[in-house]
């Protein structure tokens, strides 16, 4: 086993703290008796107020979509769970694929690849499967505006964003949801019709030109292009965001359908997959089965951590992320596999780790509950690979750089002052991760 410097907990339990105070400060009306658990909220919530790329939303679509969600249920509260029962399916699959293109569209590095590669290989993929992310995501807006204006269209019926957007059209302040939406450019991109412009053209002026199968052409330059991208990704957030909130809001009556424990068995280990990892871990698999008389959850991992403390702190990332996704089971098991380590494991009954996740206990107290297993074991060698100078081993210095253990979220050490999220210059937005 490893001696864990405790006071490294104390660090956890007060960053926990800290963003929950500027949660409740900003959303005082989720902590209320009987609305969400603080986990849930943390979990929902955080990454868009303290992580990058997510916290990128666009403010300008964020306010009016929430705004009309609001207002709608308020006149149709009967029709509030039956709605949200119908959309449920794709708002998880819209906000799974949105948080994995954020993170693969900040972290992929594009400086010095050729500008048609670019274009052709990333661009334009990134461009089609942002329209489908958007076309889960607004799922909710599509299916109120359509049974308020007496449309009979379906969400099977409308596979589509192109029209899905005729129907939110409808209404004037729903009209920039996908205003950096073009179906001619999505067609060309899906459909190989995407020309680069070359430097020996004679037409040469940076233009990309989408041509679809009926002929109809778009032209952009590659700012636009990027500038399009990037809002279509911001509009997915944002969209994702007002529907956590809402949820949120209308707790009583969504938890059913939201709570994570609620979710089916295959969409919750899909969703619990999405969301475990971390800079240094790579959840494989998480499967519940029977050890004894009783359930087990069983988490198989990877890991690049250089120091048993960065494991250490990862792995008990992992953990918080599973109490709140599968808190009906006995036991937990954590197993991780690395080139720096010899195959090591976490193991602990379920009931002092939802404690600790939901904010009863302190981390320490969980690590010296009964039957708590923390067993890493020595590093085989202590090479490094090439890049891995900078990384400290220290836990403390490490500690802002990760996601850890309050609710496996980038904690965040800036001040409160988040400002507006509108459109920020992307040249100024940081990488992730």
Known sequence: ??????????????????????????????????????????????????????????????????????????????????HFTAVAPEVRRGALATAYFSQDIAETPLHGIERRA?????????????????????????????????????????????????????????????????????????????????????????????????????????????????????????????????????WAQLAPIYAYHALPADEREAYFLAEADTPTIRVRRADVGHRGLSEQLTIEATDTALTTEELTLDALAVLHRAAQFYPDVKTVFLGLKGRRHWPSWIRGPMAPLRAWAEGAVTLEDFLNAPDVELILLRQKTPDFSPGDEWRSGSPCARLPLYRRACGNLRLWSGTDNQGSNARVSRSQRFTFG
């Not at 073009?182 to 020996?200: K, L, Q």
């Open 118 to 250: 670019k274009v052709l290989r990333y661009w334009a993929p990134w461009y089609q499967n942002l329209e489908w992310c958007l076309k889960e995501t607004v799922s909710p807006w599509f299916w109120a505006v359509a049974r308020a204006t007496g449309e009979k269209s379906t969400l099977d019926g409308t596979p589509y964003l192109t029209a899905r957007t005729r129907t939110l059209d409808k209404v004037p302040s729903l009209a920039i949801v996908t205003e950096h939406f073009d179906a001619t450019v999505r067609n060309a991109c899906a459909h190989g019709g995407v020309a680069v412009a070359r430097a020996s053209d004679v037409a040469w002026e940076n233009t990309i030109t989408f041509r679809d199968a009926s002929g109809n052409t778009v032209a952009w330059s590659d700012d636009e292009f990027s500038l399009h991208l990037h809002g279509l990704l911001d509009a997915c957030n944002a969209l994702v965001l007002a529907t956590k909130l809402f949820v949120l809001r209308h």
């Open 1 to 82: 086993m490893i001696d864990l410097n405790l006071a490294v907990t104390k660090t956890f339990d007060r960053e926990r703290h800290h963003r929950l105070e500027h949660l409740r400060r900003r959303f005082p009306e989720l902590f209320v008796p009987g609305g969400p658990p603080e986990e849930h909220v943390l979990l929902d919530l955080a990454p868009f107020f303290f992580d990058k790329p997510q916290q990128f939303y666009s403010e300008a679509v964020f306010e009016p979509a929430l705004d009309y969600l609001t207002r709608y249920y308020a006149q149709e509260p009967a029709a509030l769970v039956v």
